[in-house]
């Protein structure tokens, strides 16, 4: 399955974006999809993932929802309340296997979407 991440952007904190992840290749229905993000100089760090539950990182809970549209093949993470802190890129990942908070249990990667939330 091919994935591509969309939707970043430069947002005043308080502000919201909303990232897609879109899939190609395969009925995307069974995939276990997760969003990562990775602030330069920092590790990958999960963010929020969704199969038959949702999970997400605490930093990030009650601001932002990850949702998903099987019709469109595409995944959705509402980010509200920006903070400067979420300055990232954010990374989409999918997997049919395993479903989970660690950055070993996606296969597939998109390519990554820009997000900057300036103060």
């Known amino acids: 399955v091919q994935l591509q991440a969309s939707g970043g952007g430069l947002v005043r904190a308080g502000g919201s974006l909303r990232l897609s992840c879109a899939a190609s290749g395969r009925t995307f229905t069974m995939y276990a999809v997760g969003w990562f993000r990775q602030a330069p100089g920092k590790e990958r760090d999960f963010v929020a993932a969704?199969?038959?539950?949702?999970y997400y990182a605490d930093s990030v809970k009650g601001r932002f929802t990850i949702s998903r549209d099987n019709t469109k093949n595409t995944v959705y993470l509402q980010m509200n309340s920006l903070k400067p802190e979420d300055t990232a890129v954010y990374y989409c990942a999918a997997d049919d296997a395993r479903f989970g908070r660690n950055k070993s249990e996606y296969a597939y990667w998109g390519q990554g979407t820009q997000v900057t939330v300036s103060s």
């Open positions: 969704i199969s038959w539950t949702t």
